[in-house]
């Protein structure tokens, strides 16, 4: 009994970041849905360039709205050179990204950078945080973090050696997309320990102009910006719609790091419900191949984020 009382009372003291967490997953609910819709007319790499200026343009958009244009060159040195450096991470994670999806199956890739970010992430945190994410480093708390881990490193193996799963025998799409979540994982952990007293819409907004930068680089290099005139209006106007919710989910996201008593495994397992959401109604109600496997890694990952959410709140 005093276990579920401790566990409710520290539910409810940190409602206010768990709201902006679930916020978030909406965002990211809507971001996937456009994305799709956007993506049928362009390469990934024209699709990225128009949609991190689109997100540059929201997240200035939602600086006005919140009175923080001032906000964002006041910055300090330090400031600068971490967001300097998150831009820099959120790059090599968008071109390895889009590096991965051109050599792998979506049935394998999609699961497997799901459980990756949260693995690589709540790893990082776990190095960096342990006290905090294992509430005070309780030997319980411990058994169950690493548990979860465990768990989301099983489901990463099993999507790389199941061949219903990962039919291709060149695993280089691996590598790639352990780059991108890797880094992704230290953008939010930077995030969380050293801009947490920066406003999450500046952040946003500094970080996607170096993403836009490299983007539009790529494209003139590869010549695929050629691509933009064919690109109809409709697609543009699904891409500048999902830039908005990628934006909005961002913006969220780094405000629930930024409350000083937040959990990162909790916000993550909560955002990272988006997958196991998509997937389950893929299952239940599309005609969607390998159901079984599909449902293992399924039960790997919602356990893993099930333990280490106990490791942080019990």
Not at 67 to 73: C, I, Q
Not at 80 to 85: A, E, S, V
Not at 89 to 113: G, N, V
Request: charged residues 10%; proline residues 2%.
């Amino acid at each position: 009994m005093s276990l579920l009382f401790s566990t409710k009372k520290s539910i409810l003291s940190n409602v206010e970041y768990i709201l902006f967490a679930f916020l978030a997953l909406l965002a990211s609910a809507g971001n996937t849905i456009f994305n799709r819709l956007g993506a049928n007319h362009a390469s990934a790499l024209t699709n990225a360039t128009i949609k991190s200026f689109f997100i540059v343009i929201a997240c200035f958009l939602i600086s006005l709205v919140f009175g923080h244009v001032p906000t964002l060159y006041s910055l300090s040195l330090e400031q600068w050179l971490w967001i300097l450096l998150i831009g820099v991470l959120t790059s090599i994670d968008w071109l390895f990204y889009f590096l991965a999806i051109k050599r792998s199956h979506l049935e394998a890739f999609a699961p497997f950078c799901a459980a990756g970010i949260l693995f690589a992430s709540n790893t990082l945190f776990s190095i960096f945080t342990f006290m905090s994410v294992t509430n005070g480093g309780k030997p319980l708390n411990i058994i169950f973090y690493f548990l979860g881990l465990a768990s989301l490193l099983a489901s990463l193996i099993f999507i790389i050696f199941n061949r219903k799963i990962n039919p291709s025998t060149k695993w280089l799409w691996v590598l790639f997309a352990a780059i991108s979540t890797i880094s992704f994982a230290f953008v939010l952990l930077i995030v969380k320990l050293k801009l947490s007293d920066v406003p999450a819409d500046v952040i946003s907004y500094h970080q996607m102009t170096i993403v836009f930068v490299t983007m539009l680089i790529s494209s003139l290099v590869t010549k695929s910006i050629t691509e933009l005139v064919k690109i109809r209006w409709l697609d543009h106007l699904y891409i500048f719609i999902g830039a908005l919710f990628n934006a909005l989910m961002m913006v969220c996201r780094y405000t629930a790091f930024s409350y000083a008593n937040s959990e990162p495994a909790i916000i993550n397992v909560i955002i990272g419900l988006d997958f196991i959401i998509v997937s389950v109604v893929t299952i239940l109600f599309f005609k969607a191949k390998n159901k079984l496997q599909m449902l293992i890694i399924i039960i790997l990952v919602a356990s893993g984020m099930a333990l280490d959410v106990l490791a942080g709140l019990i």
